[in-house]
C-alpha cells in the first residue's frame, strides 16, 4: 500500500524559512520521481518542484526558483523541501506526489501559512 507522509508545516513570519518531509512507503522510493504540489486558498493545485530518482535532477516553478530546494534521501525513504524567504503568497498546503505505473498518489498535505 503507497503512503506518503507530509510534515514540517507551520506559520512562520515573511522571510523566514520551513523545511518540509515526506516519507514514503509501500513502494521502491528509489525508483521513482518525485513531486511537490501545493495548493493556495481559492486556487488550484500547483506544481512547485520535482527530483529525479537519483536526486540530481531538479526542476522547479518559477515562483519558488532560488528561494526553495527540493531533495531527498533515498536511504530513509524521504523526499525535502527546505523553502527561504517565505512570503505571504507561498502560503499553501503542500503536497507530496508520486506516479506509480500511471496511478497518481498523494499524502495528506501539510499546511504552510506565511504571516507576521
Known amino acids: 500500500q503507497v503512503k506518503l507522509v507530509e510534515s514540517g508545516g507551520g506559520l512562520v513570519q515573511p522571510g523566514g524559512s520551513l523545511r518540509l518531509s515526506c516519507t514514503a512507503s509501500?513502494?521502491?522510493?528509489?525508483?521513482?520521481?518525485m513531486l511537490w504540489y501545493r495548493q493556495a486558498p481559492g486556487k488550484g493545485r500547483e506544481l512547485v518542484a520535482v527530483?529525479?530518482?537519483?536526486?540530481?535532477?531538479?526542476n522547479y516553478a518559477d515562483s519558488v526558483l532560488g528561494r526553495f530546494t527540493i531533495s531527498r534521501d533515498n536511504a530513509k525513504n524521504t523526499m525535502y523541501l527546505q523553502m527561504h524567504s517565505l512570503n505571504p503568497e507561498d502560503t499553501a498546503v503542500y503536497y507530496c506526489?508520486?506516479?506509480?505505473?500511471?496511478?497518481?498518489?498523494w499524502g495528506q498535505g501539510t499546511q504552510v501559512t506565511v504571516s507576521s
Open positions: 506526489n508520486v506516479l506509480l505505473l500511471g496511478t497518481s498518489y
Open positions: 509501500g513502494f521502491t522510493f528509489s525508483r521513482y520521481a
Open positions: 527530483i529525479g530518482s537519483a536526486g540530481d535532477s531538479t
